[in-house]
């Protein structure tokens, strides 16, 4: 194959796919009317999703193959195989809420990038591969980046298989029903680099006028799903003081977390939320008696993490005493804060001033796959800004044909350097 220098991305084809896969699991949120996507983890939607990227994938051209936890994986060959590969990916699972780009802008972006070197017929060295990974989201089974954790060797094959939603349905049931319960071992795949491109999901970008960010790692993330066990009674007849309400009690917690986080107790950009909190009977004249809650912490510091979470526990007791309830916690995830390798962030910044973009260094407060990746290989991200303050996990999220653009552009030219490069 001949090869040309500056190879570029159909942009227009990138946002009309972008579009194409929001329309799996689409639906009109009443309160707004605008149209979100809800295409939940190994769902019937997931399914429909997974097949028509992955017919993207073979009409480009790639080698499909699935593993055993559903992470699929499209490899367009380099002049020397046996070289490791560079990869870009990311995940097209959502939360119940979501727009079209979280995730999405990833996989797609991959995608075009393959598109783009068949397009100006270039040859890497390198073999590239695009990807997308089992359950980011973790809101169905409650483990976040569970995919790209089981192959990285994070976590089991076999404690992710036994993982159940609330209907108690299994990942392995789930990923068989939707046909991606896949036969190629999990830790097959140790890339020479991964770089994922993904929408910011917050404000920053777009508010310092930046046209990309240059990700400089993620922050440390733990989740815990809670249990206040009280004692339902009658909302009319039962004197306040002979109460163990398990809502005042989640209540006090909350608050504290709050409190937390405005001191600075635990680092100025210490996070805290309760974002489920489930009473039991649940009817607006019984004190609730049971109560499922869930907490979510974020610090770009693992020792003040550790320190919240100590403190989340010692305060737990304080409530139990207080308040006559009983208070058990379960971690579903948790992961250390991660710096992205130096020399693939300074490439991207290299490509984005080539480019003319403005861009800016960013600490990611979400989680992603990258973080997972980062264990094996060297590994960064690239974010787009988000209009509307960067709204996601929302019909909000919207990012514009040139903001997709740039970041793919940048993407395109990252994987190029990448896979040109020498070594193993």
């Known amino acids: 194959m001949a090869k040309t220098l500056t190879p570029d991305i159909d942009a227009k084809r990138l946002y009309a796919s972008i579009r194409e896969l929001g329309k799996i699991g689409a639906y009109r949120d009443e309160r707004t009317g605008l149209v979100g996507v809800n295409r939940l983890a190994l769902s019937s939607a997931d399914g429909e999703g997974r097949r028509l990227v992955v017919k993207w994938f073979k009409q480009a051209g790639l080698e499909v193959r699935v593993d055993r936890i559903g992470n699929v994986y499209g490899r367009r060959e380099g002049l020397e195989p046996g070289l490791r590969p560079v990869m870009a990916g990311s995940h097209i699972d959502s939360v119940p809420t979501a727009g079209a780009f979280d995730g ?6 991959a995608l075009e990038v393959a598109r783009a070197l068949n397009d100006h017929k270039v040859a890497t060295r390198r073999p590239f591969i695009a990807a997308f990974f089992t359950e980011e989201e973790g809101c169905r ?4 980046m569970l995919g790209s954790a089981v192959a990285t060797g994070r976590i089991r094959l076999e404690d992710a298989y036994v993982l159940k939603d609330q209907a108690g349905l299994s990942v392995k049931e789930e990923l068989g029903k939707i046909g991606f319960l896949g036969s190629n071992p999990v830790r097959a795949i140790l890339p020479h680099a991964y770089v994922e491109c993904h929408i910011e999901q917050g404000p920053i970008l777009k508010r310092t006028g930046m046209d990309l960010g240059v990700v400089s790692g993620v922050q440390a993330i733990s989740w815990f799903e809670g249990v206040i066990l009280g004692r339902s009674c009658h909302a009319g007849t039962t004197p306040m003081g002979y109460r163990r309400d398990a809502g005042v009690a989640a209540a006090k917690l909350n608050l504290k977390l709050r409190d937390w986080t405005r001191s600075g107790l635990f680092g100025r950009d210490f996070r805290a939320t309760m974002g489920v909190l489930r009473p039991h009977p649940g009817m607006v004249n019984v004190v609730p008696g049971r109560l499922a809650c869930s907490v979510d912490l974020r610090n770009p510091a693992d020792s003040m993490m550790r320190r919240a979470e100590k403190a989340l526990f010692v305060h737990s007791k304080k409530v139990e005493k207080e308040e006559g309830v009983s208070i058990r916690w379960r971690r579903t995830a948790g992961t250390p804060a991660i710096r992205f390798d130096p020399s693939v962030r300074e490439l991207i910044d290299e490509m984005a001033e080539g480019m003319g973009l403005k861009r800016g260094r960013i600490l990611s407060g979400a989680g992603h796959d990258a973080q997972e990746w980062s264990r094996l290989c ?25 903001q997709c653009a740039d970041g793919v552009r940048c993407l395109l030219r990252t994987v190029l350097a990448l896979s040109q490069e020498g070594g193993r």
């Not at 999405?104 to 972006?109: F, S, T």
């Not at 974010?383 to 040139?402: A, C, L, M």
């Open 104 to 109: 999405c802008l990833g996989v797609l972006g």
């Open 141 to 144: 089974f409650g483990v976040d």
């Open 378 to 402: 060297k590994t960064a991200m690239i974010f787009v800004p988000g209009e509307y303050d960067g709204i996601s996990h929302n019909p909000r999220e919207f990012s514009t044909p040139k």
